[in-house]
């Protein structure tokens, strides 16, 4: 039930892109959107309750596949402070949980 | 508005024996999530509780339990503790009708280490 992200790591300098992917073989409600930095809680990004909705957050945004269950999170002109762990979470619908994959580690170099 | 705190924040204790971990919601949050990371596996989820009540569950052993009073604050305990229990374990509270629409706040964490 735990959703894959993709990829595990990546490496950026300041100024970069990065697409962060997140797929779910089970039927999704809704996908979260969480980053954590090193030592501190996870912090929220946003949510995205319907098929194909995008949603942006800083220059962070992101969009829902529903068909394809499948999420990506765009950073575009990354800064430094955007370096952390990003967890994708899926609301399975039927049950009140949220599902997170394993991570996927943002290190920006200036 | 003060946010989710756990406690406590740092435990040592040794096989076999066992851990109560507490959490206080962000007040008006009724309801309550936790997590156990570890490195390598993410944020696993253990069980949610809304009004007291125990919604879902997550894929734990029965050592594993947890309960809600009244007033929102959650507890979780470990029986029996193992080695591979060692984790940061994470409580979080959301508002309205729990995490399918609501974001989740979540404490600072109790690391939890098993000798």
């Known amino acids: 039930q735990q959703p894959v992200q993709s990829p595990q790591a990546v490496i950026l300098r300041e100024g970069e892109d990065a697409v962060i992917n997140c797929s779910s073989s089970?039927?999704?409600?809704?996908v979260h959107w969480y980053r954590q930095k090193h030592g501190e809680a996870p912090v929220f990004l946003m949510i995205l309750l319907k098929g194909g909705e995008q949603k942006g957050h800083e220059k962070i945004s992101a969009s829902f596949n529903e068909k394809k269950q499948q999420s990506s999170l765009y950073l575009t002109a990354s800064q430094l402070s955007y370096s952390g762990t990003y967890f994708c979470g899926s609301f399975i619908q039927g049950a009140q949980k949220l599902v997170f994959g394993q991570g996927t580690r943002l290190t920006i170099n200036p | 508005k003060a946010g989710v705190t756990q406690t406590p924040r740092y435990l040592i204790k040794t096989r076999g024996q066992q851990v109560t971990l507490s959490c206080s919601p962000i007040s008006g949050h009724r309801s309550v999530s936790w997590y156990q990371q570890t490195p390598g596996q993410g944020l696993q989820f253990l069980f949610e509780?809304?009004?007291?009540?125990?919604?879902n569950k997550g894929n734990f052993p029965g050592r594993f339990s947890g309960r809600q009073f009244s007033n929102s604050r959650s507890e979780m305990n470990v029986s029996t503790l193992e080695l591979g229990d060692s984790a940061l374990y994470l409580c979080?509270?959301?508002?309205?009708?729990?995490?399918?629409?609501?974001?989740?706040?979540f404490g600072e964490g109790s690391r939890l280490t098993v000798l």
């Open positions: 509780y809304f009004s007291e009540t125990q919604r």
């Open positions: 979080a509270s959301s508002g309205g009708t729990g995490p399918n629409t609501g974001e989740l706040f």
């Open positions: 089970k039927a999704l409600y809704s």
